[in-house]
T-cell receptor
Framework: DSGVTQTPKHLITATGQRVTLRCSPR?????VYWYQQSLDQGLQFLIQ???????AKGNILERFSAQQFPDLHSELNLSSLELGDSALYFC????????????FGPGTRLTVL | AQSVTQLGSHVSVSEGALVLLRCNYS??????LFWYVQYPNQGLQLLLK??????LVKGINGFEAEFKKSETSFHLTKPSAHMSDAAEYFC??????????????FGKGTKLSVIP
């Protein structure tokens, strides 16, 4: 158990819908990273937050957005969902957003029908 | 910019045999390198990491990896495979110190099967 929690574990929804994925980092970690794992694209970095502010952006679609709240939990919002958005979404955290090891949560499996 | 290439999307070894999973990287700055393991329906667990100290890095579960700058490689090895090693293994790179952000860039993964 890494100490990073993600909810829900599974999510099934329809095209065009909007969903929110939640991540709670390890106690004391200020930085949260979101990654997407799909069969065709592999594991890709989406976005990083540090202490409530966006730190870095990767291959994140405009239909996707994220935020980190004062209690340091983070939410990833996915809207206008397409079949191709079906994937595993991982959250990772580390203390300061630097070179420290990133600890991964168990992931949320999103299925878009 | 960083990139990672993992040679072989699927590797099969016999129980007790040597495990060798290959990883080559490309980085415009001195890299930090990582191996993660993913068991079915689980998240990613760190096996080991290289952060510019010793070039031979020992990790959990008997795995080790050697950083070879001249070959831009960071291959993962284990002398004797165990059935419990069956999983998918990911090599990842991030910029070393001095970069603004340290997100991981992953390879495509290598699925390891262990034959009894």
């Amino acid at each position: 158990d890494s100490g990073v929690t993600q909810t829900p574990k599974h999510l099934i929804t329809a095209t065009g819908q909007r969903v929110t994925l939640r991540c709670s980092p390890r106690s004391g970690d200020l930085s949260v990273y979101w990654y997407q794992q799909s069969l065709d694209q592999g594991l890709q970095f989406l976005i990083q937050y540090y202490n409530g502010e966006e730190r870095a952006k990767g291959n994140i679609l405009e239909r996707f957005s994220a935020q980190q709240f004062p209690d340091l939990h983070s939410e990833l919002n996915l809207s206008s969902l397409e079949l191709g958005d079906s994937a595993l979404y991982f959250c990772a955290s580390n203390p300061a957003g630097g070179t420290d090891t990133q600890y991964f949560g168990p992931g949320t499996r999103l299925t878009v029908l | 910019a960083q990139s990672v290439t993992q040679l072989g999307s699927h590797v099969s070894v016999s129980e007790g045999a040597l495990v060798l999973l290959r990883c080559n990287y490309s980085s415009s700055v001195p890299p930090y390198l990582f191996w993660y393991v993913q068991y079915p329906n689980q998240g990613l667990q760190l096996l080991l990491k290289y952060t510019s100290a010793a070039t031979l890095v020992k990790g959990i579960n008997g795995f080790e990896a050697e950083f070879k700058k001249s070959e831009t490689s960071f291959h993962l090895t284990k002398p004797s495979a165990h059935m419990s090693d069956a999983a998918e293994y990911f090599c990842a790179v991030s910029p070393g110190r001095g970069a603004g952000s340290y997100q991981l860039t992953f390879g495509k993964g290598t699925k390891l099967s262990v034959i009894p």
